[in-house]
């Protein structure tokens, strides 16, 4: 592995979360077109986010949030009274 997978294996995930500079990304993402190891943990990583973002959502049951609407508005109700 060369410093050039190190730095880019490193900086992966701030890339994902798309925080780099264009000329950081772009340099990242010409290292990845010509490594494929490091390409292959790019996919992994990308795909694994996908995944977790999909299954991971909270699900609030239809009444709880009803609940909490109604006290949102009733406060926002009395701020606006006040």
Not at 23 to 28: D, F, P, S, V
Request: proline content about 2%; charged content about 35%.
């Amino acid at each position: 592995m060369s410093e050039h997978c190190d730095e880019a294996l490193n900086q992966l995930y701030i890339y994902l979360d798309s925080e780099l500079t264009e000329e950081h990304r772009a340099t990242i993402e010409a290292h990845l077109r010509e490594c494929s190891p490091c390409l292959e943990a790019f996919d992994f990583e990308a795909e694994l986010r996908k995944v977790i973002a999909h299954r991971c959502r909270d699900r609030v049951p239809e009444e709880l949030r009803s609940r909490i609407e109604s006290v949102l508005h009733q406060a926002d109700a009395s701020s606006e009274s006040s």
